[in-house]
């Protein structure tokens, strides 16, 4: 499968980066925390957010004081050395997830990446704001195709633009949010894609495996969030998230 090929890829950049700055026999404790909605998001106003709802859950690594997150629907909890972790195969949702939590919280470490932990409180009206500025700035009047609802993102960009937005939860689906219907991401993302000029993806993708589906579209592609943080840097993609520390 494809996303197994990106995440090999991944995993040996990650093995890499710990031979090269003599991280693998240190006895350095990475413990996977699945924050709570306030920890994650701290009391935003805007009360829609799927950790707010209960939906995801935040996996967060630390490692020697530096954070990595990444969404996952699968929590629970490793402790242990590096060399021990990289030994974990990627065959499950948790350990994909714990994965690409260690690979942010590392890549932090070593100063690879930033913006690694999750904005919180009404941060996300703010990015969502700044986002919207962005996007007009560098790319005019899109036609855009929201992949995975966000809904600070939508309610700021779906004032500017003509939008599109496919989600996995089947609660959202076929409903309304800020005037734009949610279309059901099994059935409607290529024709989404088709549509659209601008293409703005959920980084819990990388999470997922999904991400394999956007890589080599030949259109403007963002993506936002903390989880994929590393990844981007590694895979040379354009990523928006303003507001995260």
Known sequence: ??????YQKLK????????????EDEKVLIHGKVLTAEEAIGNPIRRDFPLMKGKEKLLQAEFKGSLGQSYTD????FEGTLKEFSKMPLDNNFNIAAFIATLNAVMRYLNLADKT????NNQPDECGEKLAEYIELNYGNPKIALI???PALLDFCSRKFEMRVV???KNNIDKEKYNVLIEDAENKTEEV????DLLLITGSTIA???IVNFLEVDKPTIYYGTTIAGVAEILGLNRFCECSK
């Open 167 to 169: 989600d996995m939860d």
């Open 117 to 120: 932990i999750h904005c919180k």
């Open 74 to 77: 699968s929590p629970s909890e």
């Open 208 to 210: 997922n495996g999904s």
């Open 1 to 6: 499968m494809e996303s197994e090929k990106t």
């Open 193 to 196: 894609m088709r549509w659209c």
């Open 148 to 150: 995975g609802l966000q």
């Open 12 to 23: 040996e950049y990650l093995e890499k980066q710990i031979k090269l700055n003599n991280l």
